[in-house]
């Protein structure tokens, strides 16, 4: 499997952005789709977005559409999860996955990180 490290987490004031980082010391990541999940205490895991291999197709699930960017820079072999405009909804410890193919089903992924945790509040 895929070890994945997220990272960039941390406490922001509603309406602030923060940048999320997922890598894999040791593996080439150009081949695999990535996506971003959350999960919030008392909640399932949510899918957040995914990007593919390829870099053209990008995804975002409603609750983030408009204020979150996923992107990668294969060259740095790092898939980042910008995140704007953050609400206190968005509060979770937000996880990266990794599958040759993107999907909004967590247990199609095999390799995830440890995640990290995002705290929006004021």
């Known amino acids: 499997q895929v070890q994945l490290v997220e990272s960039g987490g941390g406490l922001v004031q509603p309406g602030g952005s923060l940048r999320l980082s997922c890598a894999a010391p040791g593996y080439s990541l150009d081949i695999y789709s990535i996506a971003w999940f959350r999960q919030a205490p008392g909640k399932e895991r949510e899918g957040v977005s995914c990007v593919g291999s390829t870099n053209e197709n990008a995804y975002y699930a409603d609750a983030v559409k408009g204020r979150f960017t996923v992107s990668r820079d294969n060259a740095k072999n790092t898939i980042y999860l910008q995140m704007s405009s953050l609400k206190p909804e968005d509060t979770a410890v937000y996880y990266c996955?990794?599958?040759?193919?993107?999907?909004?089903?967590?247990?199609?992924?095999?390799?995830w990180g440890q995640g990290t945790q995002v705290t929006v509040s004021s």
């Open positions: 996955a990794a599958d040759l193919y993107c999907s909004w089903n967590g247990g199609d992924f095999g390799s």
